[in-house]
């Protein structure tokens, strides 16, 4: 039977099925519309997942869309093992304030990061860039310490335009200047930089308490890593697609 995962967040669901169909060699990672049911049925109809059979192991900062997605996997006879709802569902060190409020989403990222072999006795960052920009701290024993949570580039932008009457919506296409000669590339400028810098202060505050001789590691992850990673991470960064799916499958020991 084949296992697989679920990341369903507040704009996408991201299915992690494993390649050739084999565990341990790897997955595919497919995002899909949390609003749209029938481009799951077509997903699931054309991976064939219906007649090789599958259990699902789920992540969830979104409870109404997770809802919908098990009931959909009953109806198609696959098993929902276990949903992560919380980051207190997931089996990790931590020293998190009321632990059942925080994200599941966040936990499992840091699990997952935890686990590398760069990350071993030493301390690093958790840099998720979605809907939300999480930056989370991970001790040198692999404990959450906690983080900071962001707003995300498309929701800066989203909110810029909803909250005001006369800025356009604007979706970034690629690295903008530092500064706009009209409005459109000046809330590009804005929100881009703004959260590239917000997300540098947050790291070297976090990095305060850390040893002269920490050379902290940083995993990047989320739709929006790689634009933003680039503009603030140094060398020793790694971008991790499909980080939650990967915790997701330590946490299940799969």
């Not at 049911?37 to 699931?44: L, N």
């Not at 200047?177 to 400028?189: H, Q, Y």
């Amino acid at each position: 039977m084949m296992r697989a995962t679920a990341d369903v967040g507040n704009s996408r669901i991201k299915w992690g099925i494993p390649r050739a169909g084999e565990a341990g060699a790897g997955r595919n990672e497919i995002a899909l519309d949390p609003l749209d049911e029938a481009s799951w049925s077509d997903v699931f109809e054309r991976l064939g997942l219906a007649e090789s059979g599958s259990v699902w192991a789920i992540s969830s900062v979104a409870p109404a869309t997770t809802d919908r997605l098990i009931a959909f996997l009953e109806r198609t006879g696959a098993q929902v093992a276990r949903v992560f709802r919380s980051g207190g569902d997931v089996p990790i060190e931590h020293e998190i304030e009321h632990v059942e409020t925080s994200g599941a989403d966040r936990a499992l990222g840091v699990l997952a990061a935890s686990r590398r072999e760069f990350a071993r006795g030493v301390p690093g960052f958790v840099i998720s860039c979605g809907t939300a920009i999480t930056v989370d701290r991970v001790s040198e024993r692999g404990a959450w310490l906690g983080g900071a949570i962001l707003p995300g580039l498309g929701t800066a932008f989203a909110s810029l335009h909803d909250r005001t009457a006369r800025l356009p919506e604007v979706r970034l296409s690629g690295l903008p200047p530092a500064w706009g000669r009209s409005t459109v590339p000046a809330i590009e400028a804005g929100v881009f930089w703004g959260c590239v810098g917000g997300i540098r202060e947050v790291i070297a505050r976090q990095s305060l308490a850390l040893s002269d001789g920490d050379r902290p590691w940083q995993v990047w992850t989320g739709g929006d890593a790689r634009l933003l990673g680039d503009a603030v991470a140094p060398a020793t960064s790694y971008w991790i697609p499909g980080l939650v799916s990967a915790g997701i499958e330590a946490a299940m020991g799969w």
